[in-house]
T-cell receptor, first 115, second 116 residues
């Protein structure tokens, strides 16, 4: 079955360490996204990519970095510059620009805890 | 700037009853799309229902329906015959038509509890 795989489900890191969250999709979608979810704040967009080798900052990109070397993969690195990295991270994909007929498909998320 | 507001942080409904979740949004666009997503305890985000702003007819998907009031910028979700499996966080989302990306703007969510 096609879908989006995020790994690992739970991730623990020490403060000051960079950490990379994996996101892989086999839906042949062009666009991929990273959202951060905090209690009481809904989902906020970190980065998005519409095609391979291209990506743009979302609303809260500071302290994060991404790469899009392959269509299927969009890893997110949480750097030590991110002041409050503990959160739930969701990866999503879609076929492209048309939003109504290509709504977002989400992965199961990664819960990152930094102590 | 576009915003989406869900004023009910938590709601509760009895099994088999009907519940309505509220959502309002602010935009200067005339054409846009609205969505309701469900996030159960598994935390998987699932699309429940969607509405095109230029369509006056309210969208319906089985037990889920919306009340779309464009002039009031209101997009409420009605769940009929509530089931235990409906217990989840529900997010309202907006995107402008023809936007450069599929950049959804989400509300803060409503946590729905279903009482047996």
């Amino acid at each position: 079955d096609g879908g989006i795989t995020q790994s690992p489900k739970y991730l623990f890191r020490k403060e000051g360490q960079n950490v990379t969250l994996s996101c892989e999709q086999n839906l042949n979608h062009d666009a991929m996204y990273w959202y951060r979810q905090d209690p009481g704040q809904g989902l906020r967009l970190i980065y998005y990519s519409q095609i391979v080798n291209d990506f743009q900052k979302g609303d809260i990109a500071e302290g994060y970095s991404v790469s899009r070397e392959k269509k299927e993969s969009f890893p997110l690195t949480v750097t030590s510059a991110q002041k409050n990295p503990t959160a739930f991270y969701l990866c999503a994909s879609s076929t492209g620009r048309s939003s109504y007929n290509s709504p977002l498909h989400f992965g199961n998320g990664t819960r990152l805890t930094v102590t | 700037a576009q915003t989406v507001t869900q004023s009910q942080p938590e709601m509760s409904v009895q099994e088999a009853e009907t519940v309505t979740l509220s959502c309002t949004y602010d935009t200067s666009e005339s054409d846009y799309y609205l969505f309701w997503y469900k996030q159960p305890p598994s935390r998987q985000m699932i699309l429940v229902i969607r509405q095109e702003a230029y369509k006056q007819q309210n969208a319906t998907e089985n037990r889920f329906s919306v009340n779309f009031q464009k002039a009031a910028k209101s997009f409420s979700l009605k769940i009929s015959d509530s089931q235990l499996g409906d217990a989840a966080m529900y997010f309202c989302a907006y995107i402008a038509y023809g936007g450069a990306t599929n950049k959804l703007i989400f509300g803060t969510g409503t946590l729905l509890a279903v009482q047996p």
